[in-house]
């Protein structure tokens, strides 16, 4: 079971870290990575009020059509680059997360593939992030709405689940998806500047080369 963040009934609003590369403009991707580290503490109000206005909520019964499309749940067939055709995220986010052995996971609706895929044994996958990084690649190169809508958006990304209407919904924010919601600002760095969608995963390396550069110049100092 998911590990929440937050979940609120009296407030009906959450705040949670939000990726932010929604009004980026970047000479550089060095410039990029600088700009993100230093605004990953921006809080944004969840509430499906402000979705569309404030931030966009990347869900499957999001205010957005992106935020839908973007969601694991969308019907949007992919091709990952090692392990073939999937008819959803959800399918390939089980698939990798019970061995890549199921192939059942590949044809079902989003709602069946979590039904079934939660009831499977899992499988340690140290590369489980970065596979499914890659699926999401391929989804945005299978769906020319997704790019389309990419490019014309600025707001923030964030996830949350919505539970009932009205001003007071329960909400609850799931834990641990940061990631995601930056993949997914960088998909939408790499559409604005027209370059090609296969350098996102560069820049997740050279991320990575940039932090061991920082702990190198200023290692973290234990107690003796």
């Known amino acids: ?8 009934r009296k407030s009906a609003t959450v705040k949670v870290r939000a990726s932010l590369a929604c009004s980026l403009k970047a000479d550089s991707i060095v410039d990029y990575f600088d700009d993100k580290v230093s605004h990953m503490e921006q809080e944004i109000e969840c509430h499906p009020k402000y979705d569309g206005t404030t931030h966009i909520n990347i869900y499957s019964r999001g205010c957005t059509r992106l935020g839908r499309l973007c969601s694991n749940h969308a019907d949007v067939a992919i091709e990952h680059p090692f392990y073939g055709r999937f008819r959803n995220l959800e399918g390939l986010w089980y698939y990798l997360r019970t061995g890549k052995k199921h192939d059942s996971l590949r ?24 596979e499914f990084k890659m699926g999401i690649v391929a989804k945005v190169q299978a769906c020319e709405e997704i790019r389309q809508l990419l490019a014309e958006s600025t707001l923030p990304f964030v996830h949350y689940y919505v539970y009932g209407k009205g001003d007071n919904p329960r909400i609850i924010v799931p834990k641990g998806h940061d990631w995601q919601m930056l993949m997914w600002d960088k998909m939408r760095v790499v559409v604005k500047e027209g370059r090609d969608l296969g350098d996102v995963m560069k820049l997740d390396a050279l991320y990575f080369i940039m932090q061991k550069a920082r702990y190198d110049r200023h290692p973290i100092v234990t107690g003796k």
């Open 1 to 8: 079971m998911s590990e929440y963040v937050s979940e609120s």
């Open 107 to 130: 044809v079902l609706s989003a709602f069946d593939a979590r039904t079934h895929g939660t009831e499977l044994e899992k499988e340690w996958n140290p590369q489980f992030n970065q």
